[in-house]
């Protein structure tokens, strides 16, 4: 929260809790597309160790910029996770029901996918995966 942010909403406070609702969601997207692009950078890690480890670990791709929780999933999991743009996996706890749906329960992750609206696009636009 910023100062800027305080002296918006005194002035209109419904425009001023609109956008900083808006605010909220943007950061936690960014916070979850950013965690994304660090894990599948980890999964090319773990691809040249396929192997010998049958499981890796990713950082939880909830929208709490602060959470680095580790998530143990096969690499099967992960690329059925990234099957869908909208799609995000994170600790039981850490989903945002405000902008995503829980739509698979793994026991130690939860996947969690984008409502549709702003923050679905933004997954999809930004998907590390597209462009192939
Ligand atoms: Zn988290």
Do not use: W
């Amino acid at each position: 929260m910023t100062l800027c942010d305080t002296s918006s909403r005194r002035l209109a406070p419904r425009a001023a809790a609109r956008r900083t609702i808006e605010q909220h969601k943007k950061r936690v997207v960014e916070n979850e597309i950013l965690f994304r692009d660090v894990n599948e950078r980890l999964k090319g890690v773990s691809e040249g160790f396929g192997d010998v480890l049958p499981e890796f670990d990713i950082i939880c791709e909830c929208g709490d910029a602060a959470c680095t929780q580790r998530i143990s999933m096969t690499l099967d999991e992960y690329e059925q996770l990234r099957a869908d743009a909208k799609q995000f996996a994170v600790r039981p706890g850490h989903e945002f029901l405000d902008i995503e749906t829980i739509v698979g329960d793994h026991g130690g992750y939860l996947v969690v996918r984008k409502d549709a609206g702003r923050a679905a696009e933004l997954a999809r636009e930004s998907d590390p995966r597209a462009a192939q």
